[in-house]
T-cell receptor, first 117, second 115 residues
């Protein structure tokens, strides 16, 4: 079964509003989680690394004030898209590496499709 | 710098044909992992395989097989006797085994298997 969940799976919002996306590891603790963005017919682009107990690390070109990341606990990271605009419409995917059990494997959430009108 | 190249943007085959998806990677690190993921229309990434840089053995899992060749920095994926359900986007990815666990994805290959 799924080991990483995301909520909501789909969200439509008006331009200018903020949207929060949750990513949870279901049966393991994740001190690190990753947030990716995928535009239609394109690859996954890493946006940021969410670190439990410390600030997120953003990839070059990603606005940290626009994409707020909070790693509230060892099983929950949230991505808030602030003042969303139509160009923020995308598929957002989180992942969490499961460590300590041999070769590390990342588990991906099912994704959140954001549409900004 | 690390990079993953999937030169085939789209491939269309007829059911039961064999198809190979190419993946070429670049890294200066000597220890790394390579992955293949499948992304069906639903969007959820499905893990297919992980291979570490010390293990060049080819692997077969049912109709799937993988050919890892360090000499050419390639990690190709073959589906034998393709089926309509294989239609999806397939991503190759690289992780350099550092503490960050970051995955670098290729651009993906969209596979369409026609009945």
């Amino acid at each position: 079964g799924a080991v990483v969940s995301q909520h909501p799976s789909r969200v439509i919002c008006k331009s200018g509003t903020s949207v929060k996306i949750e990513c949870r590891s279901l049966d393991f603790q994740a001190t690190t989680m990753f947030w990716y963005r995928q535009f239609p017919k394109q690859s996954l682009m890493l946006m940021a690394t969410s670190n439990e107990g410390s600030k997120a690390t953003y990839e070059q070109g990603v606005e940290k004030d626009k994409f707020l990341i909070n790693h509230a606990s060892l099983t929950l990271s949230t991505l808030t898209v602030t003042s969303a605009h139509p160009e923020d419409s995308s598929f957002y995917i989180c992942s969490a590496p499961r460590t300590g059990q041999g070769p590390d494997t990342q588990y991906f959430g099912p994704g959140t499709r954001l549409t900004v009108l | 710098a690390q990079k993953v190249t999937q030169a085939q943007t789209e491939i269309s085959v007829v059911e039961k044909e064999d198809v190979t998806l190419d993946c070429v990677y670049e890294t200066r690190d000597t220890t790394y992992y390579l992955f293949w993921y499948k992304q069906p229309p639903s969007g959820e990434l499905v893990f297919l395989i992980r291979r570490n840089s010390f293990d060049e053995q080819n692997e077969i899992s049912g109709r799937y097989s993988w050919n890892f060749q360090k000499s050419t920095s390639s990690f190709n994926f073959t589906i034998t006797a393709s089926q309509v359900v294989d239609s999806a986007v397939y991503f190759c990815a690289l992780n350099i085994m550092d503490s960050s666990y970051k995955l670098i994805f290729g651009s993906g290959t969209r596979l369409l298997v026609r009945p």
